[in-house]
């Protein structure tokens, strides 16, 4: 079996090879950009949820492909997050520092320089910026979020309001594009799904899903953040609402205590804490499966349509979420901390011209990244503005370049705490106002329980660590009185600039309102709206 297994891989490597020489057009692209989609809930990245989470269509990307195993995001949380992937740009440079922002003027966007190349473009489903779509041809999105059930999308074709789960109504309106496009052209699809962003709403068909089966925990569900050692993650609980139960705010636990069949919170003692969050983590762990396998029912679609008109190897396909997300982990859900889970996000790419199937990288790249990937793909010029690096070299499995980034910078504008960082291979190093400098060594403590940065062992990797976030700081243009937390007064000015771009509305104003450090000793971390 394994030698016949050896055949089939060197059969299908010299195909791809020979159909490499052969094709030198464009290819086509498909980047398929969700909500919140954690690394560990994708069967492919071997976490205690494989045999449960089990997405065999987001696999095949792997299987066929490559998976990118520490892809971060420079600012965990929705619109931030999306405006990177599409500028290539860090968020103080494109403009985009919190939710619902606006992407500045002069930022680069991949999907106009392809446009540029004379790529047929479409984007449909969830955008979340205040800018209208730039370089898509035609673009049908949701205002906001949107609603998992019956979405009402406006854009270039008018106004529609369509009956149906979400995800699927997003792929179906996909679908129709690439059976009436313009054949003899490179396209773009922009497929962007609501889902899995809480409350992990589903289709009906997967009601069942899991039901009557008790799912993994993560090492770290019941770890008593309120006594630990890190007031990066104190800070966090003491004022939102993203802890399964002991939130400054409403916890996941009264959020959904009542919920109903067939998402109904499983039976509990109630006066036992460790048994509520029990509950709750088993509540959202049903829910969320259910949600994600909608999105690997559609991406089967799409393969599919690609598949019958015989252009499956000529597509690259992309499989991303905007950033990571808490399954438990810590007790949280959610995201926006610098920590594992939450600034790592799931990368699957599937191009058999180019990538050698079931490829694993462990290179440190950034979602920034996506756009001169893209760009350099199409042969494109790639603009002197984009900060990201083309992954193309990696994708071909070349060795890393020898000035290739040597750790990730982070930035966190959007809640309590402000804070910013650099994660490397090894540790994770974060500074704030609001506290003193952590450190966590994610070889020796992989669950990122501990705060060694007190520990007299790792003074000079804490030295070589804060010598480091320096460093990236320099090598991205960021002004130290521009980071986040930092100076008050220029976070008001970044403030009154988006609020001025925007006709006068705040940043989020109406949803999610945004604080100061210096306006609120207790800054609110805005809710699951985002």
């Not at 089990?54 to 990118?68: K, N, V």
């Not at 392809?114 to 910026?129: C, D, E, N, P, S």
């Not at 109406?510 to 971390?525: D, L, Q």
Request: glycine share 8%.
């Amino acid at each position: 079996m394994k030698g016949n297994r050896s055949a089939g891989f060197i059969v299908y490597f010299y195909a791809a090879l020979s159909s490499m020489a052969i094709s030198a057009e464009q290819p086509n692209m498909v980047v398929v950009l969700v909500d919140d989609h954690a690394y560990e809930a994708i069967s492919a990245y071997e976490s205690h949820l494989k045999d449960y989470a089990q997405t065999p269509t987001i696999d095949r990307l792997f299987h066929e492909g490559m998976r990118f195993d520490n892809m971060t995001v420079p600012n965990s949380i929705c619109s931030p997050s999306r405006a990177a992937i599409l500028t290539g740009q860090f968020s103080h440079v494109n403009g985009v520092l919190r939710l619902n922002g606006r992407i500045n003027e002069d930022s680069p966007q991949y999907p106009a320089e392809l446009q540029k190349l004379g790529y047929q473009t479409f984007l449909v489903g969830k955008w979340h910026l205040e800018n209208s779509p730039k370089g898509y041809d035609k673009h049908m999105t949701v205002k906001g979020q949107g609603a998992y059930f019956d979405p009402q999308l406006s854009g270039s074709e008018g106004s529609w309001k369509r009956e149906g789960y979400s995800t699927d109504v997003y792929t179906d309106i996909a679908l129709d594009w690439l059976e009436s496009r313009d054949r003899k052209k490179p396209f773009l699809l922009s497929l962007q799904f609501k889902a899995p962003h809480h409350d992990y709403g589903h289709a009906e068909r997967y009601n069942n899903l899991l039901a009557g089966v008790t799912i993994p925990e993560p090492p770290t569900l019941y770890e008593d953040v309120r006594r630990e050692d890190s007031n990066l993650k104190k800070l966090f609980i003491r004022d939102s609402a993203f802890h399964m139960l002991h939130s400054g705010r409403r916890s996941y636990y009264e959020r959904h205590q009542n919920d109903q069949v067939p998402d109904a919170m499983g039976q509990h003692d109630a006066k036992s804490d460790r048994d509520r969050i029990r509950a709750a983590y088993q509540h959202q762990i049903h829910k969320y499966i259910r949600c994600i396998r909608g999105n690997d029912d559609n991406l089967k679609r799409v393969l599919g349509s690609l598949e019958a008109q015989g252009i499956l190897d000529d597509t690259v396909v992309i499989y991303t979420s905007d950033q990571g997300y808490w399954l438990g982990q810590h007790g949280l859900y959610d995201k926006r901390l610098i920590l594992e889970s939450s600034v790592r996000t799931p990368f699957l790419i599937r191009y058999p011209r180019m990538i050698m199937p079931a490829s694993v990288n462990a290179d440190l790249t950034i979602n920034i990244d996506v756009a001169p990937t893209l760009l350099e793909l199409a042969g494109a010029e790639i603009p002197p503005t984009m900060q990201g690096r083309s992954l193309v070299p990696l994708l071909k499995g070349e060795p890393v370049p020898p000035n290739w980034r040597t750790s990730q910078l982070y930035t966190y504008w959007g809640g309590t705490p402000k804070h910013y960082g650099v994660r490397d291979k090894r540790f994770t190093y974060v500074e704030s106002d609001l506290f003193s400098a952590e450190l966590f060594d994610r070889k020796l403590d992989p669950q990122q329980q501990h705060n060694v940065a007190g520990n007299l062992e790792y003074a000079t990797v804490l030295r070589d660590m804060k010598a480091e976030l320096r460093k990236q700081i320099e090598n991205c243009g960021i002004g130290v009185e521009e980071l986040p937390g930092a100076n008050v007064e220029a976070d008001r000015k970044v403030i009154a600039g988006q609020r001025a771009a925007k006709g006068g509305r705040g940043v989020g104003e109406g949803k999610e309102a945004t604080k100061t450090a210096g306006e609120s000793g207790k800054e609110r971390v805005g809710t699951s709206r985002e």
